[in-house]
């Protein structure tokens, strides 16, 4: 079956993931937090999530997760393959003099290290396939009334294990104990309400994309397997 919005939904998605992992190197400061500047667009993604799973099912969401990674991957290499070819001789950045000063700053601004790199990935996976597990299968528990518990719910626990994952593995060791735990609950917190302030906003695009797809799928029988390609 054809759905019409299905593309449209599936390059926010991917927009919103490749976009975050660009800014996400600016801390930035909401009130007494400082946060990656990623805050701004990366909780839509999770919010995508949630519409995809709610209204063509946990296999279709599976599919723009999925294709979210490779687009991701594909960015990152892309990215990479850009800092290690050599600058042209006359190429320099604003208030940097020459190309070695540019190729720095451009490096230091668009570098990954490998293991932030795989801390993202992983909790991107998790923290995705998790949200859409639980958006599914309280749909069915609930035969598909109280969209706001399963949007919720599956936020606080999809948000709660890539920010967990994330921050652990990419920090761990390198900050104390306390200050890695606050990182955690600070983001996950921030997130989750996001979202949760966001929730209006979902039903109406639920309500409306079920309507123009005539579509509203629950996931009875579904293979859950993240790795399934059936």
């Given amino acids: 079956m054809r759905y019409r919005f299905f593309p449209a939904l599936t390059g926010l998605f991917v927009t919103c993931l490749v976009v975050s992992n660009i800014i996400a190197i600016k801390p930035i400061t909401i009130g007494p ?132 994952i994330f921050i652990t593995m990419a920090f761990y060791g390198i900050v104390p104990s306390p200050v890695l735990v606050n990182m955690v609950m600070t983001q996950w917190i921030t997130k989750s309400v996001y979202e949760a302030s966001l929730t209006p906003l979902t039903y109406i695009v639920v309500n409306w994309l079920k309507k123009a797809e005539r579509e509203d799928f629950y996931d009875y029988g579904t293979d859950f397997n993240p790795f399934s390609v059936k």
């Fill in 33 to 164: 937090f400082f946060l990656p500047a990623a805050i701004v667009i990366f909780p839509v993604s999770y919010i995508l999530g949630d519409i995809l799973t709610e209204v063509y099912g946990y296999r279709r969401a599976r599919q723009v997760i999925w294709l979210g990674f490779a687009c991701n991957a594909l960015s990152v290499t892309a990215i990479v393959l850009s800092i290690i070819i050599h600058p042209a001789p006359f190429w320099t950045l604003m208030h940097f003099p020459s190309p070695e000063k540019s190729q720095e700053a451009y490096a230091s601004i668009f570098g990954f290290t490998p293991r932030l790199l795989i801390a993202s990935f992983i909790a991107y996976l998790t923290g995705e396939f998790l949200n859409s597990f639980v958006m599914a299968k309280i749909k069915i528990v609930m035969q598909g009334r109280n969209l706001w518990v399963r949007t919720i719910s599956s936020t606080l626990l999809g948000q709660m294990a890539d920010s967990a």
